[in-house]
């Protein structure tokens, strides 16, 4: 025989609301009192703590509802929302995710390939991303993880400028791996970026300003009337049957 038992209480599957209760909203009998500049009044009726906030032209927000009796603050509910999406919004933009690129590499890898590989890992290094370097063994390679052991060292020393072993190269099946990270932030890569941006785009925009001044002088130039040539005066020293 299966009992059904009633669940009694709120619904534990709904949702949780992290909402304030403001004015009229608040249940308790009793407050303690905070004023709209953080000084405390005390422990009041809730009757006479809405009128004061409706004195004072402020919402009577509970902001801690767990307290015996509950904490009560006289403030503008409107503004302080507002204040905390803001905060909220820049918390956001400020956060930064961490991801990791990976780049392939043989044990065998010739110079091109890897001056190719170098430079991709170069990069993501100076955008503030760890790289997981990935050395992949083949058929009788596999006997001989000395090769990629050395090769992930050789790739290390070439960019110890930019980042550091952060997982040092260990076996993994067929493969041998290493982790690099970068020196700075992702936060300090993306502000050196901008910064890198904006000198360029200013770079140009100089080297257009002289193009276009270089053409308008040369426009100008071209425009301007030819002067006539003046008649050639006679000259009196010379004999007029001569001349003529």
């Known amino acids: 025989m299966v009992v059904a038992r009633r669940l009694t209480g709120t619904n534990p599957g709904g949702p949780i609301t992290t909402e304030l209760r403001v004015n009229d909203r608040i249940r308790a009998n009793e407050v303690r009192l905070v004023g709209p500049n953080g000084e405390q009044v005390g422990i009041v009726r809730l009757d006479d703590a809405l009128r004061l906030a409706q004195e004072s032209d402020l919402d009577l927000v509970e902001v801690a509802p767990t307290a015996r009796p509950p904490v009560c603050r006289l403030m503008d509910y409107g503004k302080f929302k507002y204040e905390a999406a803001q905060k909220a919004r820049e918390s956001r933009r ?11 590499l043989r044990p065998k890898i010739d110079q091109h390939d890897y001056d ?9 290094l100076k955008q503030g991303d ?4 990935t050395i992949m063994f083949r058929g009788r390679e596999q006997s001989r993880p000395e090769l990629g052991f050395r090769l992930l060292q050789r790739l290390a020393a070439d960019i110890e400028e930019l980042g550091f072993i952060e997982a040092s190269p260990r076996q993994d099946g067929r493969n041998m791996t290493m982790v690099v990270a970068p020196h700075k932030k992702k936060s300090e ?43 050639r005066k006679r000259s009196e020293n010379i004999d007029p049957d001569m001349e003529a």
């Open 189 to 231: 890569a993306r502000v050196e970026a901008k910064e890198a941006k904006d000198r360029q785009m200013a770079e140009r925009a100089a080297e257009r300003d002289a193009d276009a001044a270089y053409d308008k002088a040369q426009r100008e130039a071209s425009e301007q009337p030819v002067s006539a040539k003046k008649p």
């Open 116 to 124: 190719t590989k170098k430079g991709h890992v170069e990069r993501f």
């Open 94 to 104: 400020n956060q930064t995710h961490t991801i990791i690129k990976e780049m392939k």
């Open 130 to 133: 760890k790289v997981k370097i």
